[in-house]
Each structure stands twice: as C-alpha cells, then as structure tokens.
C-alpha cells in the first residue's frame, strides 16, 4: 500500500485539534490517510513499506520531584528505546520518572493514543529530540490521530519551540 503525502496545512481534517493549529508553523509538514488499525509503528512499517529508521515515536513522560509532576515529550527513532530512568531523569531534574499512564497521556494532549506527536503538546512540555531523529533528512511521525501520519524533517522537530536535542538511548 503507498502512502499519498500532501501538505498537512491542506488536509488539517486529517489531524487533531492541537496538531491542525502547530502544523502551520512546521515547514514542509506532509500527512498521509492511514488505516487506523495499523497506526502501531511495527504494524504501519510492514504494511505501508517505511522502515523503522525512518519512523519516530513520541513517548510522554511524567517526571516527579517534590510532589510536583512535569511532563515532556521524548522524540526517539521507532529502533531505538528512551532511557526513562536515566538521561531523561536526569535532564529533566526529577527524582522519579516514567512513561505517563495512557489514559492521562490523551487527556492531557488532546491526541489520541498512538498517534501522539510533538507539535501541538502543552506549551510547557519540553520536547526532547534525540540527536538520530534531529539528523534525519525526514522522520514519520504521529499527527494527533491514528487515522494518519505526518512526515516532518528531523531539523523541523528540533527547531520546535522547547525542543531539546540529545541523546536520549543512554
């Protein structure tokens, strides 16, 4: 099955809420119409032919100090795992960290679960953006649905606003 990239600011129907008013200031944004069935990275590759280097995932994290609970966003390539509970723990100064459960993960993005993304998050939420998917000439990515994804190049997701880039595998 081959994908029909078009530019995202066309086709905001395709994207969530928050993502539809982000994607505007991302240069060269392009989404594609999905079966949403397979919009779990392993499943989307094999069906729609993109390698897993060319995939990223977005992983929110909940980081905890002092009864306070922060948030952020990880950027790593669909090959690669985050380290949680060491460079992420650490960068973002917290005693505890940990993938955010699911459900609080949706509520509090305003994306569904497997297609969340780093544009349009919470303007607080550092995005961190590990140094691979920087590098990248261009990356799939969530688009806020499960019904589509979006293709950003690597420099566009460090040039967010909040974005960090670093190692984040460990």
């Given at each position: ?5 078009v530019?995202?600011?066309?086709r905001?129907?395709l ?24 919009a ?45 509970n ?31 993304t780093?544009?349009?998050l ?6 961190l953006?590990d ?5 990248h ?27 960090e ?6």
């Amino acid at each position: 099955m081959t994908l029909q990239w078009v530019p995202a600011a066309e086709r905001t129907d395709l994207l969530a809420d928050p993502v539809a008013r982000a994607v505007r200031d991302v240069e060269g944004a392009e989404v594609a119409e999905i079966d949403p069935d397979l919009a779990d990275t392993a499943a989307f590759c094999e069906k729609y032919g993109v390698t897993l280097d060319e995939s990223a995932n977005c992983v929110v994290v909940a980081a905890k100090r002092g009864g306070e609970t922060r948030y952020a966003a990880c950027m790593v390539l669909a090959t690669m795992r985050v380290d949680v509970n060491g460079v992420v723990r650490r960068h973002l100064d917290a005693r505890k960290a940990s993938f955010a459960p699911m459900a609080e993960a949706v509520e509090l993005t305003g994306m569904e679960y497997g297609g969340i993304t780093p544009l349009g998050l919470p303007e607080e939420w550092p995005i961190l953006v590990d140094t691979h998917v920087a590098e990248h000439a261009r990356v799939v990515i969530g688009s806020g649905v499960r019904r589509s994804k979006l293709a950003v190049s690597g420099a566009a997701l460090a040039g967010l606003k909040r974005a960090e880039v670093l190692s984040l595998a460990g």
